[in-house]
Nanobody, 124 residues
Framework: QVQLVQSGGGLVQAGGSLRLSCAVS????????MGWFRQAPGKERFFVAA????????HYADAVEGRFTDFRDNTENTIHLQMNNLKVEDTAHYYC?????????????????WGQGTQVTVSS
């Protein structure tokens, strides 16, 4: 059973930085893509970023483009989300996700597997 174990997150002032990490429990698991979603209270889950495992290409939501970086640690089968210049509107519960296969429906990440989630709170 593949598990995604998240770490990081917390409370930061606007303009600050945080890093989230997501480790895959099964070292032999090679996903098609991995990335992040977030969900604010009372709102739907929202795609944030994804990295394609085969070539390292990344995709970002417009709201985080240029501020967030999704990158992979090959040796640890882990991804990280570096979040810079955080805004109050980035406050949400962040979830790591992975797709085992490619879904040809025009989205980089759907979520076959999910992490436990971690809270990011940005204060003004």
């Amino acid at each position: 059973q593949v598990q995604l174990v998240q770490s990081g997150g917390g409370l930061v002032q606007a303009g600050g930085s945080l890093r989230l990490s997501c480790a895959v429990s099964e070292r032999t698991f090679s996903p098609y893509s991995m990335g992040w979603f977030r969900q604010a209270p009372g709102k739907e889950r929202f795609f944030v970023a994804a990295i394609m495992w085969s070539d390292g290409n990344t995709h970002y939501a417009d709201a985080v483009e240029g501020r967030f970086t999704d990158f992979r640690d090959n040796t640890e089968n882990t991804i990280h989300l570096q979040m810079n210049n955080l805004k109050v509107e980035d406050t949400a519960h962040y979830y790591c996700a992975a797709d085992a296969i490619h879904y040809p429906i025009g989205v980089p990440l759907l979520g076959d597997y999910w992490g436990q989630g971690t809270q990011v709170t940005v204060s003004s």
